[in-house]
């Protein structure tokens, strides 16, 4: 198995991070090569499917499944029709929240998530945008 842990503090209350990183609307703006992300349902519970697309004309659908939600700590998504997982982590500590993301799969991770996404989280969440 590999996986790929990055944790980040950002200035704001665990309730207002959890939110706006599970928040499809949102997750173009923080996740470099999103264009569009669509839940099946909102609000978003275990077995919801949340579909997101890139910008490239040819660029495929990609659906993950809530597979567990518990807010504010956490919340955890795997990519439909393969062995990719990631989990979302939130701990309230003193001035805001320590937000952690892993990723894993068994066969490997082929791109895995940069800490430029997680700084633009904070940036974002931290300015009110």
Same mark, same amino acid.
């Given at each position: 198995?590999?996986?790929?842990? +990055?944790?980040? @503090?950002? /200035? #704001?209350?665990?309730?207002? &991070? ?5 928040? $499809?609307?949102?997750? !173009?703006?923080? %996740?470099?090569?999103?264009? &569009?992300?669509? !839940?099946?349902?909102? !609000?978003? #519970?275990?077995?919801?499917?949340? #579909?997101? *697309?890139? @910008? ?12 567990? %939600?518990? !807010?504010? *700590?956490?919340?955890?998504? #795997? +990519? =439909? /029709? ?7 982590? @939130?701990?309230? &500590?003193? /001035? ?5 993301? +892993? ?13 430029? $996404?997680?700084?633009? =989280?904070?940036? +974002?969440?931290? $300015?009110?945008?």
């Amino acid at each position: 198995m590999e996986q790929n842990k +990055l944790s980040i @503090f950002i /200035g #704001r209350p665990i309730d207002e &991070v959890f939110s706006y990183s599970l928040e $499809s609307n949102n997750v !173009p703006k923080w %996740i470099e090569g999103i264009r &569009v992300e669509i !839940p099946s349902e909102r !609000p978003v #519970r275990q077995g919801t499917i949340l #579909r997101n *697309t890139g @910008f490239d004309e040819n660029a495929r659908w990609n659906e993950y499944e809530v597979i567990e %939600i518990n !807010p504010p *700590t956490t919340f955890t998504l #795997r +990519l =439909l /029709g393969s062995d990719y997982y990631c989990k979302y982590s @939130f701990k309230e &500590v003193a /001035g805001g929240t320590e937000f952690e993301y +892993l990723e894993w799969s068994e066969s490997g991770l082929s791109d895995r998530f940069q800490m430029e $996404s997680l700084k633009k =989280l904070k940036a +974002l969440i931290e $300015s009110g945008q």
